[in-house]
């Protein structure tokens, strides 16, 4: 983006942070579902699971619930972004001298921060609950960088829906099917403990590799191949989802 670009956005993002600070109970929200499975998995479910392993299982299940909060955090990006359009926002900024892209990358910004804030949350209280590493700087921030990648990409597909959506509910939908995906993948359970066409399913679908890379930086061990599945995963979404978006914002506006 160029200067003026950047500074466009700058501005527009600061006011979708503002409405977020006059709204916490979207972050409150976001943060609520993940902490509850965590909860019910760690206190009701989680001693009659066998993950394979000595570690303790809120160890083993943090990676799944950090996607699954940051997948619920980006249905509001979604709801956000068609209110603007429905209100007429997009109509006054177009006729305002401003980068068009900015008016996106605020949307998406603002999901970056939001999630994160989430993710700390989640986090804390997880810490709380008995979650411990031992994984160096070096790796929280590989963790993090993954995290940031993983809400990068979900919030372009978050995009997608709010510039397609014909209703509000049209929106955010498009979240439930991402919020049940670590259902069916390593997040809960080892995958060779599902029936075979259950097990090639998660062992072959994004989430698990991005979690299982998750769970060795945590656990101060080798990512091995998995990182390149996961990044490869990761930086594809991301690819595809942008170049829709801004086919689609390209369209509204003409």
């Known amino acids: 983006m160029t200067t003026h670009a950047i500074a466009d956005t ?6 979708s942070l503002r409405h977020i600070l006059r709204s916490p109970d ?4 976001t943060a609520v579902t993940p902490i509850a499975l965590m909860l019910l998995f760690v206190y009701v479910l989680g001693g009659a699971i066998n993950t394979g392993s000595d570690e303790s299982y809120i160890n083993y299940l ?15 990006t979604s709801y956000r ?17 401003i980068a068009r892209s900015s008016v996106l990358w605020a949307h998406v910004l603002t999901s ?11 986090v804390g209280v997880a810490l ?7 994984a160096s700087v070096g790796a929280w921030l590989g963790v993090a960088g993954i995290l ?20 509000v509910d049209g929106a955010s939908a498009f979240s439930y099917p991402l919020i ?10 080892p995958t060779d403990s599902m029936p075979a066409p259950v097990a090639w399913f998660a062992e072959n679908q994004p989430v698990t590799s991005i979690v299982n890379t998750i769970r060795a930086l945590f656990a101060g061990q080798s990512v091995g191949g998995e990182i390149w599945i996961a990044l490869a995963w990761l930086v594809g979404i991301l690819v595809v989802a942008y170049g829709f978006a801004i086919a689609i914002y390209r369209k509204k506006l003409s």
């Open 10 to 15: 700058g501005v527009l993002t600061g006011r």
């Open 26 to 29: 979207t972050i409150i929200t």
């Open 148 to 167: 940031v990648l993983f809400i990068l990409a979900l919030t372009w597909l978050a995009v997608v829906a709010g510039l397609s959506a014909k209703s």
């Open 128 to 134: 709380i609950m008995g979650f411990r590493t031992g």
């Open 180 to 189: 049940f995906l670590p259902f069916i993948s390593s997040a809960f359970v």
């Open 81 to 97: 972004l068609f209110l603007d359009l429905q209100g007429g926002i997009f109509d006054r900024f177009q006729s305002m001298p």
């Open 62 to 76: 943090l990676p799944g619930i950090l996607l699954i909060t940051i997948a619920s955090g980006v249905a509001y």
């Open 112 to 122: 970056v921060v939001a999630n994160l804030v989430s993710v700390a949350i989640v």
